[in-house]
């Protein structure tokens, strides 16, 4: 098992920045991603950032260039930096984390925090 804990929300205006954080601790040693996914009232769960553990790091189109995903091994902490926000950033965003077992992706969910910008 996986336990995320996101911390870091909160509201501001538009054109400012927030960092999430997302503390993860249990069995890490055969997570293949980590990422951050957002859901805005009405809307589905959509992904924001992910990395794939020792190869890549994707991110949504809405948020290239002003969201940074990075990760602190030594921490087993994930982080995202969100700059230059916008009213449409606003949802509650959930920490990820994925492994692969039989064949089968096995997801892990933080609780989710909330991202506030207003104009």
């Known amino acids: 098992q996986v336990q995320l804990v996101e911390s870091g929300g909160g509201s501001v205006q538009a054109g400012g920045s927030l960092r999430l954080s997302c503390a993860a601790s249990?069995?890490?040693?055969?997570?293949?991603?980590m990422g951050w996914y957002r859901q805005a009232p009405g809307k589905q769960r959509e992904m924001v950032a992910r990395?794939?553990?020792?190869?890549?790091?994707n991110y949504a189109d809405p948020v290239k260039g002003r969201f940074t995903i990075s990760r602190d091994n030594a921490k087993n902490t994930l982080y995202l930096q969100m700059d230059s926000l916008k009213p449409e950033d606003t949802a509650v965003y959930y920490c990820?984390?994925?492994?692969?077992?039989?064949?089968?992706?096995?997801?892990?969910w933080g609780q989710g925090t909330q991202v506030t910008v207003s104009s």
């Open positions: 990820n984390a994925d492994r692969t077992l039989y064949g089968t992706r096995i997801d892990y």
């Open positions: 249990g069995s890490m040693f055969s997570i293949e991603g």
């Open positions: 990395i794939i553990i020792g190869r890549s790091t």
